[in-house]
Nanobody
Framework: QVQLVESGGGLVQPGGSLRLSCAASGFTFSWYVMSWYRQAPRKEREFIANINPGGTITNYADSVKGRFTISRDNTKNMVYLQMNSLIPDDTAVYYC???????WGQGTQVTVSS
């Protein structure tokens, strides 16, 4: 079955950077669009970014455009989210998702605070 396991979250100061990773298994990874979402306390889960199977087309939410970069390594079944210039509003649980199969990881907490 589909498994998505995120890692790389943590506590970071405003202006700092983090790189999230998502290890995928149980499906043919290179065939699918992969996505990142996040959910802050008391807010709806929101789309952050996605990437096409070949890794050549990416889309971002306006709130993270220019600061976050999604990428993937189809040889390792991994998808990444490089997050730069972090702000407190980026504090949330971040989820890796395979939307076409309605599959989600368990999430990784990112906290931006001084």
């Amino acid at each position: 079955q589909v498994q998505l396991v995120e890692s790389g979250g943590g506590l970071v100061q405003p202006g700092g950077s983090l790189r999230l990773s998502c290890a995928a298994s149980g499906f043919t990874f290179s065939w699918y669009v992969m996505s990142w979402y996040r959910q802050a306390p008391r807010k709806e889960r929101e789309f952050i970014a996605n990437i096409n199977p070949g890794g050549t087309i990416t889309n971002y939410a306006d709130s993270v455009k220019g600061r976050f970069t999604i990428s993937r390594d189809n040889t390792k079944n991994m998808v990444y989210l490089q997050m730069n210039s972090l702000i407190p509003d980026d504090t949330a649980v971040y989820y890796c998702a395979l939307r076409s199969r309605e599959s989600w990881g368990q999430g990784t907490q990112v906290t931006v605070s001084s």
